[in-house]
């Protein structure tokens, strides 16, 4: 039923448990797993009464924090008896890049988190496990 498998993980509780539901169905259907993580770019300026400060972004530091993320989905997944195919480490729109790595794999299942670790754009503006849903070409399984 399913061979490929893409999982976004974002470091949140509802991500690792996305992750343990995708090893637990990749070994049930001897499926490949693709992990997936776009690491949140904090905002590049700040509101000083009417004005605004640029706040500069390092993005050396937050590409080594996605790959901390990423080594730890990596070591979770192997503790669930699941060897990943793919680690990736993207920037963008989480929503966006997670559809391109499942173009790109021709996965047949979505795995993602309900809530991750979002901002409060989020709420404003869907979240990424909705984005994804909507706009998937094939299964998706959002896991709480």
Not at 96 to 116: C, K, N, Q, Y
Request: glycine share 8%; hydrophobic share 45%.
């Amino acid at each position: 039923m399913f061979s490929n498998i893409t999982v976004g993980v974002d470091g949140s509780d509802h991500g690792w448990r996305a992750l343990e539901v995708a090893c637990d169905l990749a070994q049930h259907y001897n499926a490949n797993v693709h992990l997936v993580h776009v690491p949140e770019i904090p905002p590049s300026a700040m509101a000083i009464g009417i004005g605004a400060i640029d706040v500069p972004i390092d993005m050396e530091q937050v590409m080594s924090a996605g790959q901390a993320v990423m080594a730890e989905a990596a070591t979770l997944a192997r503790e669930h008896g699941v060897e990943p195919s793919s680690q990736i480490v993207r920037t963008g729109t989480a929503s966006a890049e997670i559809l391109h790595t499942a173009e790109s794999t021709e996965t047949d299942l979505i795995v993602s988190g309900r809530r991750g670790v979002g901002n409060v754009a989020s709420l404003l503006l869907g979240s990424t496990s909705q984005k994804i849903a909507h706009d998937a070409q094939c299964a998706c399984l959002t896991v709480k």
